[in-house]
């Protein structure tokens, strides 16, 4: 069973049995797979593609980026300008890869701190930690998308469905997970700020 985040000497110490830490890392996982850019073909040209490499978009590719079409993926990746379809576009073509190379690489470091170690004991050094506090957050933006909250009152509103709601389903499982990782979350975030 979980216990929550304490701070040890330079380390942040909780506890997680092998299913809770599977379903963490495996919502993680789910994340990594939404939110990775695409692989940059090569053109033969060494400086385009090295600018390629570093998510610079190339000169010939001046089209426009529109928004994913995935809500929880747009909740990832927001627009940059909500009154402006074609600044909100540029802005979009020139920043989206690096984002998304940014919260893969993210997710990735957070996926290998919990993965590293055997037993129920979870140890992070500081950086491991942000790491997974921000995969959190990623994770939580997916599933408070796919539950529909956006207000307080949608969460209330799930919970008051989730009291009602007799038998497991797809949206209770996923409300569990969401209340476990914002617990989770929150005593990571304490620690780290004490």
Do not use: C
């Not at 690096?98 to 140890?123: H, Q």
């Not at 797809?170 to 975030?189: N, R």
């Amino acid at each position: 069973m979980a216990t929550a985040f304490k701070r040890k000497g330079e380390h942040f110490v909780a506890r997680l049995d092998d299913i809770e830490r599977e379903v963490v890392v495996g919502l993680m996982q789910q994340v990594l797979e939404l939110v990775e850019p695409e692989g940059v073909e090569a053109t033969g040209d060494a400086f385009e593609d090295l600018v390629a490499t570093i998510g610079v978009p190339r000169l010939d590719e001046a089209g426009p980026v529109e928004e994913p079409e995935d809500p929880a993926l747009a909740r990832l990746l927001p627009s940059g300008n909500r009154q402006d379809d074609a600044v909100a576009s540029e802005f979009r073509r020139l920043t989206e890869h690096g984002l998304r190379e940014r919260k893969a690489a993210n997710l990735e470091a957070a996926i290998d701190a919990l993965t590293g170690m055997t037993g129920d004991k979870v140890t992070l050094d500081r950086s491991q930690a942000q790491a997974v506090v921000v995969a959190l957050t990623d994770v939580r933006l997916v599933l408070g998308e796919r539950l529909g909250l956006r207000t307080d009152e949608d969460a209330d509103a799930l919970v008051e469905r989730l009291e009602q709601a007799g038998e497991q389903d797809i949206e209770t499982m996923l409300a569990a997970y969401y209340d476990f990782l914002t617990w989770l979350q929150e005593s990571l975030t304490l620690v780290l700020m004490g």
